[in-house]
């Protein structure tokens, strides 16, 4: 009869054990939110052009990525919201952060990521290369910064934030 009762305790324990470890999945807020994670320069030596850029994000309604139909308004070219990547390269000029437009786009369109099986909510992380080298202007302003900002599908805007500075070898 003992031997039965410990056989029993141990079942009650195991279950309770297994039942506690259970993890649910984490619930976010709808809107995507976003870190900094890093930034790695492409080259070793000589003038630097362009490097990675890692973010890490999580959305609480599965809804982040663009297809590439997704072209109607809003996601219609020369709208806000045709990029869900948005990124804006700062110069720093003189102590001061000066927005400053390259040759083309710094903005992307990432396309749609899907929730893992069972879950409503995303988390991840975006990489995306920028070019780092404002070729035009004076070498001495050889330090950037990046701000970031995602948006999901329903237009809902991340937080922005702002690269560390990035040192430039212009030469």
């Known amino acids: 009869m003992k031997f039965v009762s410990n056989i029993l305790i141990l079942v009650l324990l195991a279950g309770m054990i297994a039942f506690s470890s259970c993890e649910k999945p984490p619930v976010y807020p709808p809107?995507?939110?976003?870190?900094?994670?890093?930034?790695?320069?492409d080259n070793i030596s000589g003038p630097d052009s362009k490097g990675t850029l890692t973010i890490s994000f999580q959305d609480g309604d599965p809804n982040f990525g663009l297809a590439p139909?997704?072209?109607?308004?809003?996601?219609?070219?020369?709208?806000?919201?045709?990029?869900?990547?948005?990124?804006?390269?700062?110069?720093?000029?003189n102590g001061v952060y000066v927005p400053i437009q390259l040759a083309g786009t710094d903005s992307a369109r990432i396309p749609v990521v899907t929730p893992a099986e069972?879950?409503?909510?995303?988390k991840g992380t975006i990489q995306d290369d920028l070019y780092i080298n404002d070729i035009i202007t004076p070498p001495q302003f050889d330090t950037v910064a990046f701000d970031v900002s995602i948006a999901d599908r329903d237009l809902h805007v991340s937080n922005i934030i702002r690269t560390p500075d990035i040192i430039v070898n212009k030469q």
């Open 31 to 41: 809107y995507p939110s976003i870190k900094y994670v890093s930034f790695i320069k």
């Open 69 to 93: 139909t997704d072209t109607l308004p809003p996601y219609n070219r020369g709208s806000k919201f045709y990029y869900n990547l948005f990124i804006i390269f700062y110069e720093k000029q």
């Open 118 to 122: 069972g879950t409503t909510s995303l």
